[in-house]
């Protein structure tokens, strides 16, 4: 199941390296756009935006509530926590600390999503998972990867509880999803997801003929008890600063974040179809939604079909992803870690591939207009768009 890659390389490493290739490629390409600019492109991607916020947890730790100021109570703890301890035992500054958790995670999440790709499509080799990580590095959003922002380190997280779950080893899983839940508020796709498949392996443990299956349902007991436990646990945190049960939803209140089940984004998505909002990156963000929807429905059926854990924790990051009111510009990198969307193009792209040096050729052709879209995107994010990715 997970023979050699290419060069004789374990496909997990194989898979890893083409990751770190492909965005260390885009970064390069980037960094020479925006100088002339007079942008500090490591600058952008270690302190902008979210990622000032993290650094700032980093430093010096969560703020005191005031009811009338959003405050760093909305940024879960997993990636200023990472930042400050490699910050300690190194001589990286916490900026620069963030990038290198960005990159080691990025590295780590396509590790897994190799090992996946080669568990959905065995007798297909090596190049799937390294089409699935190629793909995935150059998604319009993809910048955000290499930005001290935790899209990266959840997506490396989830990657490897739903291998972990499609290996069966849901004690893993849980341990892993509990970790992820410190990361992100959308870890709640992750928990529901490692939580329902503890629920069917512990239903048929129960229900099995043979004691020694029976005595082993703790394992999916235990799975699905710990895999809520680190959000659970950064959200009682927050009530407690707050000092109300529900403070977690009020600081997110305070940051204008709601949700209303899709009826603003649906609303914004018009103002974009009849030209009253036509900033770029909302453009992009309604093509990316619209992709989005269609890859979902190739994961259940045609040849992009895939096992319930991965079309469901995409299922339901696209429900988060639509369902908040506001902040629109961020629907793209929300979607980042449902990597699991994109098998159905690395389906597409394997088969074309093996029409010969044509079908070769197209797939290399396909691979640098994605890159090239990256990068032109990104440099639009850098360098003109005046909002947080």
Same mark, same amino acid.
């Given at each position: 199941m997970t023979g050699p890659g290419p060069f004789g390389l374990h496909p997990g490493l194989a898979a890893a390296g083409t990751w770190l290739v492909a965005r260390l490629a885009a970064l390069g390409v980037l960094a020479l756009l925006v100088a002339p600019r007079g942008v500090s492109l490591a600058g952008y991607l270690g302190t902008k935006y979210d990622a000032g916020w993290y650094g700032s947890v980093?430093?010096?730790?969560?703020?005191?509530?005031?009811?009338?100021?959003?405050?760093?109570?909305?940024?879960?703890?997993?990636?200023?926590?990472?930042?400050r301890a490699l910050a300690t035992v190194t001589p990286l500054e916490v900026a620069a600390a963030g990038l290198v958790i960005s990159l080691l995670a990025g590295a780590a999440a396509a590790w897994a999503m190799g090992l996946i790709a080669r568990q959905l499509a065995p007798a297909a080799g090596w190049c799937p998972g390294l089409l699935l990580v190629t793909v995935w590095a150059w998604l319009p959003h993809g910048t955000v990867e290499s930005m001290a922002y935790t899209e990266t380190l959840f997506t490396a997280l989830a990657a490897w509880a739903l291998w972990a779950v499609l290996a069966g080893r849901l004690v893993t899983a849980?341990?892993?999803?509990?970790?992820?839940?410190?990361?992100?508020?959308?870890? @709640?796709?992750?928990?529901?997801?490692?939580?329902?498949?503890?629920?069917?392996?512990?239903?048929?443990?129960?229900?099995?003929? *043979?004691? @020694?299956?029976?005595?082993?349902?703790?394992?999916?007991?235990?799975?699905?008890?710990?895999?809520?436990?680190?959000?659970?646990?950064?959200?009682?945190?927050?009530?407690?600063?707050?000092?109300?049960? *529900?403070?977690?939803?009020?600081?997110?209140?305070?940051?204008?974040?709601?949700?209303?089940?899709?009826?603003?984004?649906?609303?914004?998505?018009? *103002?974009?179809?009849?030209?009253?909002?036509?900033?770029?990156?909302?453009?992009?963000?309604?093509?990316?939604?619209?992709?989005?929807?269609?890859?979902?429905?190739?994961?259940?059926?045609?040849?992009?079909r895939q096992p319930w854990p991965l079309w469901a924790f995409s299922l339901l990051l696209l429900v988060l992803a639509i369902g908040p009111a506001h902040y629109f510009n961020a629907r793209g990198r929300f979607l980042l870690p449902a990597f699991a969307l994109l098998w159905p193009v690395t389906v597409g792209l394997d088969r074309l591939r093996r029409k010969r040096w044509a079908g070769v050729a197209a797939v290399a052709l396909i691979l640098v207009g994605l890159a090239v879209g990256c990068t032109a995107f990104g440099y639009y994010l850098v360098v003109d768009w005046p909002w947080s990715p």
């Open positions: 980093a430093r010096y730790g969560y703020q005191q509530f005031d009811p009338e100021v959003a405050t760093n109570l909305a940024f879960f703890p997993l990636l200023p926590w990472l930042m849980g341990l892993l999803t509990a970790v992820a839940g410190l990361s992100r508020p959308s870890a @709640a796709a992750l928990i529901a997801v490692v939580g329902l498949a503890c629920l069917i392996a512990l239903v048929k443990a129960l229900r099995a003929g *043979d004691r @020694a299956e029976r005595r082993a349902a703790w394992r999916p007991l235990l799975g699905g008890l710990v895999s809520p436990l680190g959000l659970l646990g950064f959200v009682a945190f927050v009530g407690h600063r707050v000092g109300r049960w *529900d403070g977690y939803f009020e600081v997110q209140r305070l940051w204008g974040t709601t949700f209303d089940g899709g009826r603003w984004t649906l609303g914004a998505i018009k *103002d974009v179809l009849t030209g009253a909002q036509s900033p770029g990156d909302y453009q992009v963000v309604t093509l990316v939604l619209a992709a989005a929807v269609v890859l979902a429905v190739l994961s259940l059926v045609g040849p992009g």
